[in-house]
C-alpha cells in the first residue's frame, strides 16, 4: 500500500468536519484498490493506478471525490446516479456513499484503466479568425520589428493583441493599444507578458 505524507498533511490540514471523511475515501480506495499509489495533482489527493484512478478535496464546507472517468465509473443507472450525485459534495460522514457502492466504483474504474479505456472529450468548435484592425496593420507596416515578431508569435499570443484591439470601444483608446502593442511588440513580448512565469 503506497502512502504519502503529503496527503497525511493535507487531511491534518483539512477542516475538521473533512478529516473522517477524506480518511474514509482514502481508506476505501486503498482497500479496493491495494496498489493504489497516492500523489497529489493539482494540489490534491489523487490516486492513481494504471493512470488516475481519482481525486478527493475538501473545501470550506463540503469534500468531494472524483473518478476521473467519472462518467464511465457512475453509469446511466439512474439510481446509481442519484445515489453518487453526493460524491461532489460531501458535508458528513454520513453523506460517504456505502461500503459497497465505493467498492463497485473503484473496482469499475480499475478495470476501464487496466483495459486502457480513454476519455474521448468533445472538441471545441474552432475559434474564428480575427481580422486585424486597419490601425494596427498601418503602425506594423511602419514597424519592421515589430511585425517580425507578430509574425513569428503563436496564434494564441496573435490573438491576444488582435482581441485586445478588436475591443477597444473608442478611436483614442484603441490608438493607445496599438501604440503600446507596437512597442511590446518590438521588444518580443507576447500581450500578457506580465503575467507568464519567470
Not at 477524506?22 to 495533482?41: F, N
Not at 457512475?74 to 460531501?90: C, N, V, W
Not at 494596427?136 to 503563436?154: D, G, P, Q, T
Not at 496599438?178 to 500581450?191: I, L, N, S, T
Request: hydrophobic share 40%; aromatic share 8%.
Amino acid at each position: 500500500m503506497s502512502r504519502d505524507k503529503r496527503i497525511d498533511a493535507y487531511i491534518d490540514r483539512a477542516p475538521a468536519f473533512a478529516r473522517p471523511i477524506l480518511a474514509r475515501v482514502r481508506e476505501s480506495v486503498h482497500e479496493h484498490c491495494p496498489e493504489a499509489i497516492e500523489t497529489l495533482k493539482w494540489s490534491h489527493p489523487s490516486f492513481d493506478y494504471k493512470g488516475i484512478l481519482c481525486g478527493m478535496a475538501a473545501f470550506k464546507q463540503y469534500c468531494a471525490l472524483a473518478f476521473w472517468k467519472h462518467d464511465l465509473v457512475i453509469g446511466k443507472d439512474p439510481k446509481t446516479r442519484e445515489a453518487l450525485d453526493r460524491l461532489g459534495r460531501m458535508q458528513k460522514l454520513a453523506d460517504v456513499p456505502s461500503k459497497s457502492v465505493l467498492a463497485r466504483c473503484v473496482k469499475t474504474a480499475m478495470a476501464l484503466n487496466e483495459d486502457g479505456v480513454k476519455i474521448v472529450r468533445p472538441k471545441s468548435a474552432p475559434k474564428k479568425p480575427i481580422p486585424m484592425h486597419a490601425a494596427l496593420k498601418s503602425a506594423l507596416a511602419r514597424n519592421k520589428k515589430a511585425a517580425a515578431a507578430f509574425e513569428a508569435f503563436s496564434p494564441s499570443h496573435r490573438r491576444e493583441y488582435l482581441e485586445w484591439i478588436a475591443d477597444a470601444k473608442q478611436d483614442d483608446t484603441r490608438a493607445r493599444r496599438v501604440a503600446q502593442a507596437v512597442e511590446w511588440m518590438a521588444e518580443g513580448k507576447p500581450r500578457n507578458w506580465k503575467y507568464a512565469k519567470r
